[in-house]
């Protein structure tokens, strides 16, 4: 280590957060010193603002504790770059990992408080979407629990994605404002902000020794500022941070403007510049959206890389230290300008050769694929890059340069290799940004095998022949201290009674379940607390939808981003089938139901939204027909979020994992769902595959084409009307979807959808329906018998261990980052 680093300062004595005296003692201090508030006329919100003040400083206290240990022992550090981190709410979950839960809510009780109504006061912070960004928030909680010298990099949105109501039917997106009463756990760096810049022109010339150097000029500059958050991990010995950015004006206010009584100007590059933090991807159907996109992540790029560099080089003086001290990992392609970003920086601002910043950056990053879908592979037009980030276009198309060179030296005379590899599409001229982050990264894993397999086979085959060593698999995982400590406290608890809490480090313990799984007495206090879920679940249910469940029915749950290769259309389907039996014959349902969907849809993604007002028009009819009564319900939650996947997770019984095999790079809602104790009904596809590896095939309902067949039959030419006149139950429920029984006032409404499904059938709905309704049968079936059914769910249960978070994580470590744990360098 080059620079010494400090940390021998000492801190006073904080509170013991075992004591409860000094808990209440602080509370009050932290109400009227903090909030500024009586303790005797606060509300919830404001003894939930004075709890999150007074922990955030405990947590401050253990961040500088591991940042000394990092730095005392000079330890590589992983940087991982997502544009999304959907954390949930945190209260909670510092409250377990510190194992202060106990504690905190006597002290509270005795200030006439309820620990779990102030919980509530806190908003889920809305800084991602979907699995992409839970998988990030999952994989700090691992890092940070075992040791991990871990920092997470994105983006503070103001306003998240949005928030989702559904009026007469149809998604209304408003604006997410969960910062609306500011956000107590963050700490704002207002020390630590980096220039991030746009357009301008480049200017280029040969320094003393010859060297040809570069710079970017005349372009507009944004300030990014940071805000950090502690992450804590379970025991409390570690954490990591993750800093968010947001964008600043460099000018906030022109007065020459204002003076001129031209006051919409005078702000008006405040108001441009702080667009980049306002909202999560930003509806990219129009050029402006389009620019915002890509300005939105060079931005976090940008920042983030200064912001790592700048660490670096306090402590250290030479560049070519970087891989062994930094492994930055690029969650998607969302950070994949990182790459290009890099080398501006050590050319431009470091001063070294090409040969030796691309050296540097191939061994520094290492990139995450997440799907299959060529429509999800980012690109850029060339056009727009050249606008936006000139300088950046200019190292791409070196970067493409030589590697084709390579290509080319490897590959002789395959002209049309060189096109599927260039980095650049010249039919389309569109930068492929997941071809730069294979080639700019020393490992590019998937996600799942059967992901990786396709991945290697399909997606980048030709990468995969001229970098043998460069593709691995890592199957996602979940943390458990989130997904059933925190989630499911009456499960956890019991669990914890049954085998003991060395499951909440390594959830391979929970093996040792298995020789109970035929245990009546056990069986019975599973199915109690899973009616308790449910319970819960209900309640939730009738205050967002209106809709009252019997709890004694079967829950059937859907919950995830609206897309059409997830096929919740073929869901609705099924529960249309199902309807009409009920109408022919009440008596032929033996199992009621209840089927609940959640997940928002983009907000330009025209096909999802109709399927949203579809499944509404469907529960709309089914939940008003009084032969149905409670033989059938079905609702859609509004606004899913995690807060509210932790109350239906627990509660579900039959967790639909049913996407196109093929199109699904892992899914971890699957993995959530067993660990509660539900079964999987699912296609081959994602970890669904290694799911029913781990659970066997007798404790999950498989149907479907593999992804194979999926291949074969596009290949053969997929003709949709053959499995429509050969089908009269599908016959009968597209015919009422396109004729407008759930329409009525608007019969031509899913007329588009039929046509779609008759015509091309992207996602194989109908192919795979006779398939999908015979194993929702042997669901029914097998629900009638309780034991049985609590048999499979606690197998489920007992052999999820793989899927955790903490072995992805040590999988990492090992075989990408080449880090080490903190405790394993002390």
């Not at 003040?53 to 730095?71: D, F, I, N, P, V």
């Not at 529960?575 to 199992?591: C, E, G, L, Q, S």
């Not at 593999?706 to 290949?715: G, L, N």
Request: aromatic content about 10%; hydrophobic content about 40%.
């Amino acid at each position: 280590m080059d620079t010494v680093i400090r940390t021998d300062f000492e801190l006073d004595e904080g509170i013991d957060f075992t004591d409860v005296e000094q808990i209440k003692h602080g509370l009050v201090t932290s109400m009227v010193r903090g909030v500024g508030f009586d303790p005797a006329s606060a509300t919830e919100h404001d003894w939930f603002l004075a709890l999150a003040s007074l922990l955030r400083g405990h947590l401050s206290e253990k961040g500088m504790m591991t940042s000394r240990a990092q730095y005392g022992s000079d330890t590589k550090r992983v940087y991982y770059l997502s544009l999304e981190f959907l954390t949930g709410r945190r209260l909670v979950k510092h409250l377990l990992d510190l194992g202060i839960e106990s504690a905190v809510r006597a002290a509270l009780r005795e200030l006439g408080q309820d620990l779990d109504r102030v919980a509530e006061q806190e908003s889920d912070a809305a800084l991602g979407n979907g699995g992409l960004g839970r998988l990030a928030a999952c994989f700090l909680d691992s890092m940070a629990t075992h040791g991990y010298p871990g920092y997470g990099y994105g983006i503070r949105y103001e306003f998240g994605m949005f928030s989702q109501t559904i009026e007469n039917g149809q998604q209304v997106e408003h604006p997410e404002s969960w910062l609306r009463n500011g956000n107590p756990w963050e700490i704002v760096r207002h020390n630590v902000s980096y220039p991030v810049r746009f357009g301008g022109h480049i200017v280029c010339f040969r320094d003393e020794g010859g060297e040809e150097r570069c710079r970017w000029v005349d372009a507009n500059e944004v300030l990014a500022e940071a805000y950090d958050l502690k992450e804590t991990g379970y025991g409390g010995a570690y954490g990591c941070n993750l800093r968010l950015w947001s964008a600043r004006a460099t000018q906030d206010f022109d007065l020459s403007y204002f003076n001129e009584g031209n006051y919409i100007e005078a702000v008006k590059d405040k108001t441009t510049s702080e667009n980049l933090s306002k909202v999560l991807y930003p509806m990219d159907t129009t050029l402006m959206g389009q620019e915002l996109r890509l300005k939105q992540e060079y931005f976090f790029v940008s920042a983030s890389l200064q912001d790592i560099l700048a660490r670096f080089f306090k402590v250290h003086k030479e560049p070519k230290q970087i891989p062994a001290k930094i492994v930055i990992q690029l969650n998607d392609t969302h950070p994949a300008l990182a790459v290009p970003e890099m080398m501006r920086l050590l050319m431009d601002n470091h001063a070294l050769s090409w040969e030796a910043a691309w050296d540097i950056t191939r061994d520094t990053f290492a990139y995450t694929n997440h799907t299959l879908l060529p429509e999800a592979l980012e690109t850029w037009p060339v056009a727009m890059l050249e606008a936006i980030l000139p300088r950046h276009l200019e190292i791409i198309y070196k970067i493409n340069y030589g590697f084709l060179q390579q290509v080319r030296r490897a590959f002789p005379g395959d002209v049309a290799m060189l096109r599927r590899m260039s980095l650049i599409d010249e039919d389309t001229h569109r930068v492929r940004m997941a071809h730069l982050a294979v080639v700019g990264s020393r490992r590019v894993n998937g996600v799942a095998a059967l992901h990786t397999k396709l991945l290697r086979e399909r997606v980048f085959p030709d990468f995969d022949a001229f970098f043998p060593e460069k593709f691995v698999n890592v199957t996602n995982g979940i943390t458990q201290r989130r997904w059933l400590l925190q989630s499911n406290p009456p499960l956890a608890a019991l669990v914890s009674e049954t085998i003991g809490d060395g499951w909440l480090t390594d959830l391979d313990r929970l093996r040792d379940l298995e020789k109970l799984a035929d245990d009546p007495a056990f069986q019975d206090r599973f199915l109690a607390i899973k009616a308790g879920a449910k319970a819960r679940a209900a309640a939730l249910i009738a205050e967002r939808c209106g809709v009252v469940v019997s709890t004694a029915s079967l829950f059937d749950i859907q919950i995830k981003r609206i897309h059409e290769y997830k096929r919740q259309l073929l869901n609705i389907m099924q529960v249309i089938a199902r309807y009409n039996a009920i109408r022919r014959d009440p008596k032929a349902i033996v199992t009621p139901r209840t089927v609940i969907f959640g997940g928002k849809a983009a907000p330009g993604y025209y096909v999802a939204k109709k399927i949203i007002r579809l499944i509404n028009d469907v529960a709309e009819t089914i939940n008003h027909d009084p032969a149905v009564g409670d033989l059938l319900k079905v609702v859609f939650v509004p606004n899913y979020n995690v807060s509210t996947a932790e109350i239906l997770i627990p509660s579900c019984d039959l967790s639909e994992q049913i996407s196109t095999a093929g199109t699904e790079a892992s899914g971890t809602g699957n993995m959530k769902f067993a660990l509660n104790g539900a079964l999987t009904i699912g296609t081959l596809d994602g970890a669904n595959i290694e799911i029913r590896e781990e659970v066997g095939d007798d404790n999950i309902f498989i149907f479907g084409h593999t992804a194979q067949e999926v291949s074969q039959i596009k290949s053969q030419g997929y003709d949709p009307w053959s499995c429509y006149a050969a089908d009269e139950e599908m016959r009968t429920v597209i015919d009422m979807i396109r004729d407008g029984f759930f329409s009525t006032e608007d019969p031509d409404r899913y007329r588009p959808i039929a046509d779609a499904l008759l015509g091309s059938d992207t996602y194989l709905v109908l192919a795979d329906f006779r398939s999908y309704m015979d194993a929702q049968k042997a669901v029914d079936e097998l629900y009638t018998n309780q034991r049985v059914w609590a048999r499979q769910a606690i197998l489920n249960i007992a052999r999820v261990g793989k899927f955790s978070s903490d072995r992805a994580i040590h999988t990492y470590a090992k075989d990408i980052w080449g880090v080490r744990p903190m405790d394993a360098l002390s």
